[in-house]
């Protein structure tokens, strides 16, 4: 019973955050706290309960080392006139009356080359927002493009960490699984285009005059050289070479740039990497800017507590009488992948973790996939686990995001169409038996 006491009271507790605009990490300690206290209950002495919190702790030190990584890439991008050059050229280009659909399928197509969500939202998010800003458009409408194209890569791409997370733990062949995706994306894209064109229509990019543009060109010297860094990190995830080894790389190339084309001091760099960045220019001072080590210091704190609150539901077996009592039923398959929907809510909701609702979830509903192909199970968990932590405010998936783009934690969400088509159509699928899946070997390959 103090569990689903503790559950109910870390949902309240994150919710009211969220709504008060408090800081997550204080309601996530205070869950914390109560989850120790219920440990200490049942028998679990304190070096035992910090152990379980340190085994799953310790699986978040490379998302953090990747997240202080982004945080100095945005800031050397920044600095190095990189996002500059992307915008002023995006300006050129960019279809003004279809901006929003070309948002979305700017990021898509990122997002599948590179594998990460995160890593999309730094590479070509922020340029969009600071168009948006600029140009007075509706940022939760433009940061809902930018969501959706950023996980259609974070569920498709054969380069997503969660994805190979998924297919080590289904066992499946990881490039015939990514060929079963892309053929389920091809309702649910086509319906995100046509809804982000109508917005596109409704709200073209009209109010933005060359003020930026001439204001861009000013202050920075604007090379195409300066897209360097970006299609370094672009090519070196094509090729896949680890994240935590592309970033620093473009991170050195800005740097070289920074210093040979806007003439900026080593120390003035490096300060820039540790505390952000920050300009002079009255038209730029409030749109470029940001990044830096400390801009992720409370997201990196947020991802620990969750860890630690992972632990304490893994290591003390927390829903093995729930496993049974859903064996018991005699759910069809449209039932189960209800049920695989709301535990994926419910684990990110409290887990705040994209991992861990993929674990969590996969754990409780397996035995349920008994009779069913192991794509099935697995294409489930893509439909449900990976998308939905992004609707949630205060989960990593939906928290990191928000915070590099600075836009409004909750207004994205009403306008991040692919979050919400993929599982209704999945459904559907599931619930009239339509476009039944090969029960074929997708056996593990070598990822």
């Not at 996980?151 to 190979?164: A, H, Q």
């Not at 990497?273 to 801009?295: A, R």
Request: hydrophobic share 50%.
């Amino acid at each position: 019973m103090l569990i689903f006491i503790g559950i109910l009271f870390t949902l309240l507790i994150l919710v009211f955050s969220v709504l008060n605009n408090i800081f997550l990490g204080f309601g996530l300690s205070i869950s914390l706290l109560f989850f120790t206290f219920v440990a200490l209950k049942r028998g679990y002495s304190l070096k035992k309960i910090g152990m379980l919190y340190w085994v799953e702790t310790k699986k978040s030190l490379d998302i953090i080392i990747i997240l202080i990584l982004i945080g100095m890439l945005i800031s050397s991008w920044l600095s190095s006139g990189v996002i500059s050059s992307i915008i002023y050229y995006a300006l050129k280009y960019i279809n003004p009356n279809l901006f929003i659909l070309c948002a979305f399928l700017i990021t898509s197509l990122v997002s599948m080359l590179i594998g990460t969500s995160f890593g999309t939202v730094s590479a070509v998010g922020i340029p969009l927002v600071i168009i948006g800003k600029a140009a007075g458009i509706n940022l939760g409408l433009l940061g809902g493009a930018i969501f959706s194209g950023a996980y259609f890569g974070d569920r498709t791409s054969p380069l997503s960490s969660s994805l190979l997370l998924l297919c080590n733990l289904t066992n499946l062949k990881l490039f015939d699984y990514v060929k079963k995706l892309v053929i389920d994306n091809i309702i649910p894209f086509i319906l995100c285009i046509v809804f982000y064109l109508v917005f596109s229509l409704k709200y073209p990019l009209t109010s933005i005059d060359n003020r930026l543009s001439i204001e861009l060109y000013n202050y920075y010297n604007v090379s195409i050289l300066l897209l360097l860094p970006a299609i370094v990190l672009f090519l070196l995830s094509i090729f896949k070479v680890k994240i935590t080894h592309s970033l620093p790389i473009s991170i050195l190339c800005a740097f070289i740039l920074d210093i040979l084309i806007q003439h900026t001091s080593i120390y003035n760099f490096l300060n820039c990497l540790i505390l952000g960045y920050t300009n002079n220019s009255d038209v730029l001072k409030n749109i470029i800017q940001g990044g830096g080590i400390i801009s992720m210091l409370k997201t990196c704190y947020i991802i620990i507590i969750s860890c630690c609150i992972s632990g304490f539901f893994s290591g003390l077996n927390i829903f093995d009488s729930f496993k049974e009592k859903l064996k018991e039923k005699n759910l069809s398959q449209s039932s189960i992948f209800l049920v695989t929907v709301i535990l994926g809510i419910i684990n990110a909701a409290v887990g705040c973790s994209q991992t861990i609702a993929i674990i969590l979830t996969l754990d409780i509903v397996k035995d349920l996939y008994k009779d069913q192909p192991n794509d099935e199970l697995a294409l489930d968990i893509s439909n449900s686990a990976i998308l939905t932590p992004a609707l949630i405010p205060w989960c990593i998936a939906a928290l990191v995001p928000s915070s590099l783009l600075k836009i409004n934690i909750y207004s994205y969400i009403p306008f991040a169409f692919y979050l919400y088509i993929v599982p209704i159509i999945h459904f559907i699928r599931k619930k009239f038996n339509l476009f039944k899946s090969e029960n074929k070997d997708l056996n593990k390959e070598s990822i």
